[in-house]
């Protein structure tokens, strides 16, 4: 569960565009910066184009992107985004 936690974390500091470092960034999120890569290539598995901007300090889509996730658990169904 802590996996889905971080994944959605990850997603929302690069959809808010959350500046720093990569290794800032991670922090924020509360992982390492080779996790936090780790995390980036789950998500552009799932589709989404992920950007480092240097300028800006930030990741961030370069296509418009959401991620959803949902688990069913005995036919009850919870949605992480």
Same mark, same amino acid.
């Not at 780790?38 to 998500?43: A, G, H, N, P, V």
């Given at each position: 569960?802590?996996?889905? %936690? %971080?994944?959605?974390?990850?997603?929302?500091?690069?959809?808010? +565009?959350?500046? &720093?470092?990569?290794?800032?960034?991670?922090?924020?999120?509360?992982?390492? +910066?080779?996790? *936090? !890569?780790? !995390?980036?290539?789950?998500?552009?598995?799932? &589709?989404?184009?992920?950007? !480092?901007? +240097? %300028?800006?300090?930030? *990741?961030? !889509?370069?296509?418009? *992107?959401?991620?959803?996730?949902?688990?069913?658990?005995?036919?009850?169904?919870?949605?992480?985004?």
């Amino acid at each position: 569960m802590k996996k889905i %936690t %971080t994944l959605c974390a990850v997603h929302r500091a690069i959809k808010n +565009r959350i500046k &720093g470092s990569t290794s800032e960034i991670a922090g924020h999120v509360g992982v390492s +910066r080779s996790c *936090f !890569y780790k !995390y980036l290539d789950e998500i552009e598995e799932y &589709g989404g184009e992920v950007v !480092y901007s +240097r %300028t800006s300090r930030c *990741f961030y !889509y370069k296509i418009p *992107f959401e991620l959803k996730l949902e688990i069913q658990v005995d036919g009850v169904s919870k949605i992480y985004i």
